[in-house]
């Protein structure tokens, strides 16, 4: 969309649909699938400033930290609220449009970049083996570890006869 176009429309409602598979070949995010993005778009004539405010649904094919095997993560959804600006005097507090066109698919892609996490796994969690007796656990894993725990020092003092 093009810088004019916002001036004709400050508030825009965007409601994108793109069913290809986009290549990208980006170190972790190789494809993208069905990707939508529902949300609002605020334009400020007065300082050339567009707010972003949607959500970003769409299928990932990803590379896993652990392993290095490709696979499709589905049903993806990520918060999209940011602002660009047009004017290179903002550029130090918003992110630059380089030019006068606004690709909100090619920014969607950039955002869902911005939020894959570098050490993403299939297992969510489990990344390696570290040494020999320990290993790195999820939230949850730790959690029911340290609730099924029990202290060896009560069962000590069990073997005292009073």
Known sequence: MLKKDFYLNSKLQ?????????????????????????????????????????IIKCDIFVIDARDGTEFWLNDQSYDWIDEYCFDLKNSDQYNLVIGEDFDFKEYAIEQILLNIPINLTNNYGKISYVANNYVLLSEDEYQLEEKNKTDDRWDKLKEYKF
């Open 14 to 54: 965007i409601n994108e649909f793109f069913s290809e598979v986009i290549e990208l070949n980006k170190e972790l995010l190789k494809k993208v699938r069905n990707l939508t993005i529902k949300g609002t778009a605020y334009f400020d004539k007065n300082i050339n400033l567009l707010s972003i405010n949607s």
